[in-house]
């Protein structure tokens, strides 16, 4: 895990009184626990967390930003995926790795993260060369 996300992860723990050193703490801690209890959170509990979430997100933007809402009440926890992915390609994560991270069988599956990634790469310098052909 990044240091970010390790650092995080250790003020989670601290939040639950148990130790920031992840290993001093009993095997069996959950990584992830329910508000209310120490008990673990299910996989189905955190996705329902997570659709929770992003309807509560489209509701607080309501009529504010009507069509940004509508985007987010249609997102998916695969959308957290695929945002993983992307952004792991776009800071270099060799392809090989982010395959295990996504938990893709295939190279080919996984390559499509590093075409975008090209593909990104491409408009962003043609948009700074279009800048710079437009000086006078």
């Not at 250790?10 to 148990?18: N, S, Y």
């Not at 299910?42 to 309501?62: E, I, K, N, P, T």
């Not at 395959?99 to 295939?106: K, R, T, V, Y």
Request: some cysteine.
């Amino acid at each position: 895990m990044p240091d970010p996300a390790v650092a995080a992860l250790q003020a989670h723990f601290i939040d639950r009184g148990l130790t920031a050193d992840l290993l001093d703490n009993p095997l069996d801690t959950p990584i992830i626990a329910r508000l209310d209890t120490q008990a673990p959170l299910s996989a189905a509990r955190l996705y329902d967390l997570l659709v929770q979430a992003f309807a509560d997100c489209a509701d607080a933007l309501g009529a504010a930003d009507l069509r940004s809402a509508d985007r987010i009440r249609a997102a998916s926890t695969h959308w957290l995926r695929h945002t993983h992915g992307a952004h792991a390609a776009a800071r270099g994560v060799p392809q090989d790795v982010l395959q295990a991270n996504l938990g893709h069988e295939s190279l080919a599956t996984t390559s499509i993260y590093v075409r975008a990634e090209k593909g990104r790469r491409h408009r962003t310098v043609q948009a700074a060369f279009a800048a710079e052909d437009s000086k006078p």
